[in-house]
């Protein structure tokens, strides 16, 4: 796990310029640093890295690397972990090594099978190499989206530079901060800024799944992995038997999870009372012979806090096990972290406690698993149930749709009927409430026009709306937000964080699990919960989990990292939220409309509709974020 940057211009920047743009993630990296740079025909070329040591932890890992002949240099954040089966095969054909890490295995395989060597890998990654020979750069992210790849291009003036987070692009002497109105529209919808676009003009993420060659000048973009195409594959080859498929969900899930644990450095798990992290941490726990260290934070609300459900089952289990209670004050503290290690607008609360459950683990691992991935994989969040609901009574909304009068009305109906009624497109039938939150957004925006309906949604053609919001979800929600919260909270105190549920076989795996195993309506196992009204999400996945741990002790609703929105907005924010809205401040600033903003305001303070707390939430963390970064 590193933090990595670079660039490819006609002017070359001064070392130590590179160097402090490669010192701004020192957090990622606090074990070792290393730049580069290199005089082409007509151009300079630069890497940098940051590095936090996981295997191999001498010298003999450090970065940026390259073949002994020269002729490829690389640069990498992340972990492959079937380096060591790949590296048997390199040295088969005559390959020696050095080091015993991943990233040389890498570089080999770039230079042994080039561009298609991203196949090869089972990881999270974000790598850059520079092939000499060539004259390119390539650029390549991990299937699932699970480490950031931020880049800046302007083929105008011949300028390229990339990095792991933002803050290094920042510092690149030619780049110009000016902001994308349409990503903050997009932002203030969303809370994150959707792939492939960032909060700056001209500046990118590199998308899950692809792989970039930059070649005189001209960025040629590639997918080496898609989701859709996975997902059709699978279609043809389902597992029709409901123990089968659990079974073979077990081995792939097992094997992902025991190469996650391997390290020359402490490894642990997130644990709380959820299905997600108690199967994982329950997996590894079976096949090692030591207790596992296991983490987990408690809340002294009562109604928010599920450690001391985490903790029986670390003692069911025979962990090693850690945790620590907090209150609003510990959380609220949090605040001022968050604009200047979430260096892009982001406004998910649960970014807070991530930050503190990580600050614990640090303490005592530098490794860390996590459950991400089993709500998208397996059908677990809520709004998995109201898309259900949408579809079976979308009649409704296209008879109210076509009342004479609707248009005319439709502002004093709630919003939960209004996105019903808006929702006719047959292209973003499962983009719920977005119209409702848009029209919010463009209100605190001066009018402008606010489109975030997510184009991916058009390729996923499914008739069960579920299925087309999940996969959805995998390529915009999970990348975006779920592992940007992850990787900038983990991160910001030098914490790898792996997720198994995310490895691409497991992924593939549930691809192949028919849908009414996920969200089970019906099943004559016995097993099936009978107070469920809709349907039982993550159903496999429970079935799965009650083969490790009691289903009592995985019973209620997981309550997840919330914290107070309304009561702060309300309350301690309140002078500091007027401030941000003071009127010749947001003339001045250009973005915002002060009667807009000021009448979101009054509307939050009286009416607890989670799209005004929502939204003045985000408004008010991109100008935390603006006062860093842009003031």
């Known amino acids: 796990m590193c933090g990595i940057c670079g660039y490819i211009g006609k002017k070359r920047i001064d070392d130590a310029v590179l160097d402090a743009m490669r010192d701004t993630m020192t957090h990622r990296g606090p074990n070792d640093a290393g730049t580069w740079q290199v005089d082409g025909d007509g151009y300079f070329v630069g890497l940098a890295q940051r590095r936090l040591s996981i295997f191999d932890l001498s010298e003999l890992g450090h970065q940026p690397m390259h ?64 092939d000499s020979r060539e004259e390119k750069l390539v ?11 931020y880049y800046y291009y302007n083929p105008a003036e011949q300028d390229f530079a990339f990095a792991s987070e933002l803050k290094p692009i920042m510092k690149y002497p030619p780049f110009h901060k000016e902001i994308d109105k349409e990503a903050l529209g997009n932002y203030l919808c969303y809370k994150f800024v959707a792939a492939p676009s960032t909060i700056f003009k001209d500046t990118y993420k590199l998308e899950s799944g692809t792989y970039a060659v930059l070649k005189d ?9 898609d989701i859709a195409e996975k997902k059709e594959t699978a279609n043809r080859n389902m597992i029709t038997d409901f123990d089968a498929a659990k079974r073979e969900l077990n081995d792939v899930l097992t094997d992902a999870v025991m190469k996650r644990m391997v390290a020359d450095v402490p490894v642990g798990t997130f644990l709380s009372s959820g299905i997600d992290s108690a199967l994982i941490t329950a997996i590894a726990q079976k096949n090692l012979s030591n207790p596992v260290r296991t983490f987990t934070i408690g809340f002294n609300e009562k109604e928010r806090n599920e450690a001391d459900k985490a903790k029986l089952i670390a003692e069911y ?17 949090m605040l001022d972290d968050i604009a200047k290690y979430y260096d892009e607008p982001f406004s998910d609360a649960s970014q807070l406690p991530t930050m503190l459950v990580s600050k614990l683990a640090a303490d005592n691992v530098t490794v860390a698993l996590s459950g991400d991935g089993g709500d998208e994989l397996f059908c677990g969040y809520k709004m998995y149930d109201l898309v259900y609901i949408a579809q079976k009574v979308d009649w409704v909304g296209n008879l109210l749709y076509h009342v004479p009068g609707m248009n005319g009305i439709k502002g004093s109906i709630r919003p939960e009927v209004r996105a019903l009624i808006n929702n006719r497109s047959d292209d973003f039938r499962t983009q719920l409430f977005i119209d409702v939150t848009a029209e919010q957004v463009s209100s605190i925006l001066g ?22 919001r999940m996969l959805l979800d995998m390529v915009t929600y999970l990348p975006d937000e779920i ?8 991160m910001k105190y030098s914490l790898e964080v792996r997720s198994p549920l995310l490895d691409y076989r497991v992924v593939e795996k549930s691809f192949q699990i028919p849908h009414n195993f996920k969200f089970a309506k019906d ?16 159903h496999i996945l429970k079935a799965l989990a009650y083969d490790y741990i009691p289903k009592e002790m995985l019973s209620g609703p997981k309550r997840g990292f919330g914290v107070p929105l309304a009561k702060w907005l309300r309350g301690p924010l309140k002078a500091e939220i007027a401030r941000y809205a003071d009127e010749s401040f947001l003339r001045q600033q250009g973005l915002f409309d002060p009667e807009g903003v000021k009448k979101l305001i009054r509307t939050q303070e009286h009416d607890n509709t989670i799209i005004y707390s929502s939204v003045l939430w985000s408004f ?12």
């Open 67 to 130: 073949t002994v002949d020269g002729r490829i240099s690389i640069v990498f954040n992340g972990e492959v972990y079937n380096f060591k089966e790949l590296r048997k095969e390199l040295e088969k054909d005559g390959c020696s090594f050095k080091s015993d890490c991943d990233t040389e295995v890498i570089l080999y395989s770039y230079a042994k099978w080039g561009e298609e060597c991203f196949q090869r890998f089972n990881g999270m990654f974000a790598i850059a190499i520079w």
């Open 139 to 149: 650029i390549a992210r991990d299937r699932m989206g699970v480490k950031p790849f």
């Open 217 to 225: 000048n001209k960025l040629t973009i590639k997918k080496y992995w």
């Open 317 to 333: 289990l025979g962990t090693d096990h850690t945790e620590l209670y907090i209150g609003e004050k510990e959380i609220f503290e």
């Open 447 to 468: 009018g402008a026009k606010v489109t975030p309906k997510h184009p991916d949604e058009a390729r996923f053609k499914y008739k069960n709306w579920q299925e087309r």
């Open 483 to 490: 592992m940007c919260k992850t990787d900038r909270a983990s």
């Open 523 to 538: 099943l004559s196992a016995g097993s099936f919960p009978k107070n469920v009204l809709l349907g039982d999400k993550k």
């Open 620 to 631: 008010y963390m991109f100008q935390r974020w603006w006062e860093e970064y842009m003031g």
